[in-house]
DNA sequence: CATTATATACTCATATTGAGTATAATAAGG
DNA sequence: CCTTATTATACTCAATATGAGTATATAATG
């Protein structure tokens, strides 16, 4: 009996951010995560997912961070004997175009997930979300309280401020309530696309943690090309979050923390007055690893 | 053939603060961290953890998050086959007695990083380091620059401020310059007390994790008695960073964020002016689980 | 009652942040 | 050429947060 053995799985939350939309590297037309055994030939989990993602969907990747192992007693279904742990990393990438014609996995972070994309107000979904959310409120009568405070909060309901953070909360609670289609439910609209096994949950803890880094580490330039002006940053940040922000700000911000530099050449394609370009100062990484990134979450 | 199987290990990085000493659970007389195998009775990697803690150190746990899974190549020298996948947790704690007289494993943090404690000064033990240090960055003529960056940077050295959160990038660089016994190296002094395997970098990994986290998030609380003075918080806090803070400001930020609430009782063994005690308010935890707490960093 | 020690209140300069207004540089339409 | 639309960039200002103090309060001790 060999006690403590399982099978181990890697996982990639692969995501880039291409016309400002943000997106996921999927396989399965969209269904699932890039995934695939931790092998005795890997050196590492890390150079194990890198060549799961090669095979599965031969797209390059450069920025790497775990995310969080899961090891759920359902996930073990297909599999003989043992448990199944699933070990989750976060990448970054710049959307190359599809190597010999095949169709690229990339589907939108807000296909899965559009109650998370504020950019262009509340959206609509959420009506029909907090609806239901009310009724699973009231549902029961003793923690009625508990769950009226959790709703709340999580979708900034009765006062409290939208938390474009809290997205594996919010997955969460809608599990919980039994308003995802991976809870069981029959409900079908408004719901968001779901995913095989917990891979939607996987990518709610990607999109959580990418929404929180950018914050105070200089992470976006991972997703941006050389060159870009100060909008296309603004936009892919703003991609990311969910919101809109303040473009003066945002531009004193990243200015003013030395993240950028000028290349001296300038962008007239954005319609009015052309727009200087400006290149990542990798230099910054060095200087101060960890001095970090703030950027406005003014919202517009 | 099974490919994708391996051994699987729950490891605990288990902190307590007493007595103004932060201190970590250990086995083997402080040689190494809770740990076991995760079995097929355990319904989670959490519990599963649990049960092991609670075998070995007979200690309660509360709080409890993941920290990182590591799976490296030399780790599984004594296991036949497959490969060795730990998943580390930190757990937060009061220190409780040691039920039944067995000895309690607590040992302090600064045992295993005595250049981590900076609440007397710039510790000692730094000046021999950093003669190490520089003779490391000496010693190759390529990388010279690179490595007097990165030693400056994470130790705080020509003009660079010291970093409390660099835990582990510090450990990796003392691992790297061959400073450290893990390392195989044959010095003795002030590179602090190794421990079995990579259990230290793990502690590391959990001293860095909780001394960015007090800043953004009311976990100090998990550490502290049910009712307790601000000072008292405070040197929990100074313990944990390794850094002494400043009082007034350290009462202005916890107040206005209104974490505590007075219990309306005093305590007077404090030696000077009886100091009013306070509780956690928990209210706080449904109201904003994550609007955090800000820590006032302010060295003295 | 002076001394010592701690607790707590208040002050103040500076930095950061949120939210604007003002001006500059281009293209397109008439 | 002039107006309008559109984006880029500079500058202002109030509110707040932060770092670093000073001042005062309440106890114990001798």
């Known amino acids: 009996m060999t006690i403590g053995l399982a099978h181990a799985e890697l ?11 943000p997106r996921v590297m999927t396989v399965r037309s969209g269904d699932a995560l890039p995934s ?35 090891a759920d007693r359902d996930r073990n279904n297909e599999i003989l004997g043992g448990r199944t742990i699933s070990i989750s990393y976060l990448g970054l990438v710049r959307e190359q175009p599809a190597p010999g014609g095949g169709r690229p996995g990339w589907h939108g972070w807000y296909e899965y997930f559009p109650w998370e994309d504020h950019r262009h107000g509340r959206p609509a979904v959420l ?10 409120v009231a549902v029961d009568p ?37 308003l995802v289609l991976e809870a069981g439910c029959t409900q079908q609209s408004n719901s968001g696309r779901p995913m095989f096994a917990d891979h939607r949950r996987i990518l ?12 105070y580490r200089p992470v976006v330039f991972e997703l941006m090309p050389e060159n870009f002006t100060l909008l296309q940053l603004q936009r892919t ?13 945002f531009r004193r911000l990243i200015e003013q923390q030395e993240l950028v ?11 009015g007055r052309p727009a200087k370009l400006f290149r990542f100062r990798r230099a910054i990484l060095e200087e101060r690893e960890l001095a970090g990134t703030k950027l406005p979450l003014s919202r517009n």
Do not use: C
């Open 237 to 249: 940040v703003e991609a990311l979050a969910g919101l809109t922000l303040h473009k003066q700000n």
């Open 127 to 136: 009506d029909d979300i907090v609806e239901r959310l009310n009724s699973w």
């Open 142 to 178: 003793v923690r009625r309280d508990q769950r009226r405070r959790r709703a709340d909060f999580t979708f900034g309901l009765n006062d409290a401020a939208w938390n474009e953070d809290l997205v594996l909360q919010r997955y969460e609670l809608l599990y919980e309530a039994g």
């Open 11 to 21: 996982i990639a939350v692969l995501t880039a951010v291409t016309g400002n939309d």
């Open 261 to 271: 530099e000028e290349t001296g050449a300038t962008e007239s394609e954005t319609g």
């Open 36 to 70: 695939g055994p931790f092998e005795l030939g890997h050196r590492t989990l890390q150079s194990g997912l890198r060549e799961w993602v090669r095979e599965q969907t031969a797209h390059p990747v450069g920025y790497l961070e775990q995310l969080y192992t899961f």
């Open 204 to 215: 709610a803890t990607g999109m959580a943690r990418l929404r929180a880094k950018i914050k």
